[in-house]
């Protein structure tokens, strides 16, 4: 492969990578409170230099180009691994990211061998940098699990597909070292050409795709706004009424409706101000999603409206579950300004069966609720089949 020029592609990466981490830093000025474009800016930035310095190797040892310049391309992954970290809100440990590179550059200073030859320092090489892809691919795999953008799993896969590369050269140089050809191994050999143009891909490919993954949250949280309620972080009226008819279809109707509703709010936002009332509102919901099963689907419909739907929930399990709640928000007590209050929650409840639709389930749990309104509040009402609602 003595067509391939390897100074020319650390050249090549070293303006890539410079050009990544002027456009990551832009990004952060744009937007300061975004810590993951300046990691990654700094992690553009201290591939550049790795990449500069490792330009100038002539076969033979030289501080920058084989200690400096490989360090800061192993810093380069580190923060690279560490700005994944940041992206989905976890700690950033500097401590880490930066192990492997001043092990490399303490190694390859001091021990005679990695001054000798090439494979020494490729062996090294191979091994930390498949260390540090794989931490990077076992972020984006939790994170998967965490919250799905496409671009995870090809990001996962070509992190991969470096750390097993860097690992399979450093098997090929340990390879050739124990054939008895290890002093032979040629600066520009084929699997140095290959490395280098591996590495300049992998820089485009990541720098490139980093910003794919910024629009793909950007989009989610978007989508995310669109069909939640802001105050409680329930879902709204529309994704409810839209799950429900899902989640209705695939449990074949076989379920109950909870219609909640937090009595005299308006007199909570008359006394202490509509702040007041939120604090009341989130803390319902708060109440209410605790004392419901997990697989429960649970949203907010209009002001101090809540309505859950629970599956494979028999008419007497719900009534139970409507006085739990009812107990729950009747034990809180609410610090508003200098005052403690607190307020109760009237709760309509209905059953579904096969032939029975949401829209008539939500009729039903309505009358239900508003039965309870009308009767003192503070209790629980259940629709019966072909009567009128009466209390629990």
Partial sequence: MSFVNVPTIML???????????????????????????IWSASAGTASVGSLLSAFYTGTYGLGSVTIGPGLMLMSLGLAWQGFRRFDHRDVDLNLASA???????????VPVFHAGVLAPLVLWGVLTAIYAGLVVHELRVSVREEHLPSRPMMMTWFGAHGGISLL??????????????????EQSLWFGFLALEL?????VTGMSLPILFKERLQLENQWAAATDTLTGLVNRGTFLDMLQT????????????????DH????????????????????????ARELPPHALLGRLAGAEFAAYIPFCDLE?????????????????FALGDALVSVTVSVGVAHGAVQVTPDELLKRADAAL?????????????????????YA
């Fill in 317 to 333: 399990k719900a009534e139970a579950l409507g006085h739990v709640i009812c107990e729950s928000v009747a034990q809180q007590i």
């Fill in 247 to 262: 989640l209705s279809m695939k449990v074949r109707g076989e379920g109950a409706f909870l219609y909640v509703d937090v």
């Fill in 100 to 110: 492997g590179p001043l092990l490399w550059m303490a190694l390859t200073t001091i």
């Fill in 370 to 390: 508003h039965s309870a309104k009308v009767n003192g509040r503070n209790s629980v009402v259940v629709w019966h089949e072909g009567e009128r609602p009466s």
């Fill in 265 to 288: 709010v308006k007199r909570i936002n008359d006394r202490f101000g509509h702040s007041g009332g939120d604090h009341v509102l989130k803390t319902c919901a708060d109440l209410i």
């Fill in 12 to 38: 090549c990466g070293f303006v890539v990578q410079a050009t990544f981490a002027l456009l990551f830093w832009r990004n952060w000025r744009t937007e300061p409170g975004r810590q993951e474009s300046l």
């Fill in 200 to 204: 300049l891909l992998h820089g485009i």
């Fill in 169 to 186: 050269g450093a098997l090929a140089a340990l390879g050739w070292s124990l054939t008895g050809e290890g002093g032979a191994l040629p």
